[in-house]
């Protein structure tokens, strides 16, 4: 890839979490999820969401792509609340609006790379030639030119992920959510597909916000915030010419 031309995120709150709650039963007894969790995220910024397993990471992630509803507090996109909307509306903002990439790539197995990262632009109603266009111009960003037409089973892991990621960012999305998007990965090849990712994510303007267990990857985010008993703490923020330092993230987030 490139190296990167638009180092520092913009100043415009993308997407704003707002106090927001989530309480499960279990059994007799409940588990106070999110309380009170806020956030912040402008365009083109990275975020790493860090946490301990079970402090509630993926909760909060499917909260911020409208999956699930919160208990209280509000999810805004672009300065509107998008707590409230039907159902209706909620999937054409999703679908619009938000890219999502999960741990394991969910690709169509009997799709190729190409139809896989059209498949998104088509359901929102882009013309064929276009949305081809759209894919082929992503799959060249993350060096899959030449592998549109495999499909997944046909790619390696890291491949994969990189299709997936093209695929969630197809409709050009305001937000980019992603749950532990290079776990599977072994370390070197999470190591370059989380590089294309935050270099992709600060040259297209999404603002991103990535749950992941790895402390040198969220230190080379523009700020890492971790759950901490439900609330969201920013742990390390990335300071002009530097990084967040790994070891310091990990010292903070314990
Ligand atoms: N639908 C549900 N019903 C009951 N409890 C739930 C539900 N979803 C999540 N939880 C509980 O909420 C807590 C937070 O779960 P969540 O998956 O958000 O954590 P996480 O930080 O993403 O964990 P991990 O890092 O292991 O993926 C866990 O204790 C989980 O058991």
Partial sequence: MKTVTRDFAGTRPVLQLVELERTYVQGN????????????????????LVGPSGSGKSSLLHMAGLL???????????????TALNDKDRTRVRRNEIGFVYQSHNLLPEFSALENVMMPQLLAGVRRKDAKERALELLS???????????????SGGEQQRVAIARAVANSP?????????????????????DELVFFIRNSGVAALIATHNF???????????????VLVEVSRRT??????????EQLAK
């Fill in 141 to 155: 960003t993350f060096g899959l030119y030449e592998r549109a037409s495999h499909r997944p089973a046909e790619l």
């Fill in 240 to 249: 002009a010419g530097g990084e967040a330092d790994a070891e310091r993230v």
């Fill in 68 to 82: 699930e509803k919160p208990g209280g507090g509000a999810v805004l996109l672009n300065g509107v609340d998008c």
């Fill in 174 to 194: 305001c937000v980019l959510l992603a749950d532990e998007p290079t776990g599977n990965l072994d370390p070197h090849t999470a190591d370059r597909v989380f």
């Fill in 29 to 48: 007894r409940t588990l106070d999820v999110l309380r009170r969790a806020s956030a912040e995220i402008c365009d083109g910024e990275a975020v790493a």
């Fill in 216 to 230: 040198e990857l969220a230190g080379r985010m523009d700020r890492v915030l971790q759950l901490n008993d439900g």
